[in-house]
């Protein structure tokens, strides 16, 4: 059974760099053909989609945040890990770490995401 688990700071400084890491047990996240899902849900509002990355190490992101994204992966720990550039107030929400059959760019249904990390509240706050 595939388990996700995020893990960070709970508080950045504005303009600071977030940085989230998804550690990804009971399976490998470069031999299942699964898409590796960040996505956050700000207070009050509905879940938005961040950005993957694939199987092979390929990305996309929502273009909204795409300037300020990055996701990498360590994959000798079997984790994937998101960087948030310069963030403000307004990144303030609890980050998830999800997994996707498909190439998704939005949450239109929890469901089209079949595992999910527990969650993270992320702070972002001088």
């Known amino acids: 059974q595939v388990q996700l688990q995020e893990s960070g700071p709970g508080l950045v400084k504005p303009s600071q760099t977030l940085s989230l890491t998804c550690t990804v047990s009971g399976g490998s996240i470069t031999t299942m053909s699964y898409y590796w899902n960040w996505i956050r849900q700000p207070p009050g509002k509905g879940l938005e989609w961040i950005g993957y990355?694939?199987?092979?190490?390929?990305?996309d992101y929502s273009p909204s945040l795409k300037s300020r994204t990055s996701i990498s992966r360590d994959t000798s720990k079997n984790q994937f890990i998101l960087q948030l550039s310069s963030v403000t107030p307004e990144d303030t929400g609890v980050y998830y770490c999800?997994?996707?059959?498909?190439?998704?760019?939005?949450?239109?249904?929890?469901?089209?995401?079949?595992?999910w990390g527990q969650g993270t509240q992320v702070t972002v706050s001088s």
């Open positions: 990355i694939a199987k092979f190490g390929s990305t």
């Open positions: 999800a997994r996707s059959r498909l190439p998704l760019r939005a949450v239109t249904t929890q469901a089209n995401f079949d595992v």
